[in-house]
């Protein structure tokens, strides 16, 4: 009986515990979003279909499809201004030659890391294959990159992606999640650097 007591209680702290880190990784987006607003870009999170993340997801019983009930991974991109319309609570984010737009990437568990990881970096240089019509915005692209990661961002520092209905640039750089613990590291560690490379692309 104690054990089904203790099994029960280790239940409701996992849990609790995940909401307490789901908590924390929204609370470091809106802190690089609020950053982000203020630069003279006018930085704005994007939004596919409202305020929220993206993530691929599972709700299917299938053995691979259970391991993504839980949200291991997830992403946002900004955009500044200039390169989008908001309008229903969601942006409209045309794909074009001069489109650049800052990605975030959160990476709570996965096989390859021993901690959870932000990549951030820059996504530029976009060529959409005009013979497909699948991705016609930018926020289309968020749901493709979740389902081909394995070809993504596999790669830090600059390099090149190319499928059936995008080719682009990229210059990714790795942060420690738990290395983030202010302001100040959110505005050094990932703002900065972000509009740095943001700027020279």
Do not use: C
Not at 160 to 181: G, H
Not at 187 to 201: D, G, N, Q, S, T
């Amino acid at each position: 009986m104690s054990n089904k007591k203790e099994i029960s209680k280790q239940t409701k702290l996992a849990f609790e515990f995940m909401q307490k880190l789901y908590f924390e990784v929204s609370y470091l987006i809106k802190e690089v979003e609020g950053l982000l607003g203020e630069k003279p870009e006018e930085f704005i999170i994007g939004r596919p279909s409202g305020y929220g993340i993206n993530t691929r997801s599972s709700t299917g019983l299938e053995s691979n499809n259970v391991h993504l009930w839980l949200i291991r991974k997830l992403a946002v991109f900004f955009v500044s201004k200039v390169f989008t319309e908001v309008s229903g609570g969601m942006t409209t984010t045309k794909f074009n030659k001069d489109l650049k737009v800052i990605y975030l990437r959160i990476i709570l568990d996965d096989r390859e890391i021993d901690e959870p990881v932000v990549y951030a970096g820059i996504l530029y240089d976009f060529e959409k294959k005009e013979d497909k019509s699948r991705l016609i915005k930018f926020e289309n692209a968020m749901g493709h990159f979740e389902y081909n990661e394995n070809k993504l961002f596999k790669t830090l520092g600059i390099a090149d992606y190319e499928d059936n209905y995008l080719k682009f640039k990229w210059n990714m750089f790795e942060t420690k999640l738990y290395d983030l613990n202010s302001g100040d590291d959110v505005a050094k560690m990932l703002v900065e650097p972000l509009v740095k490379l943001y700027r020279e692309v």
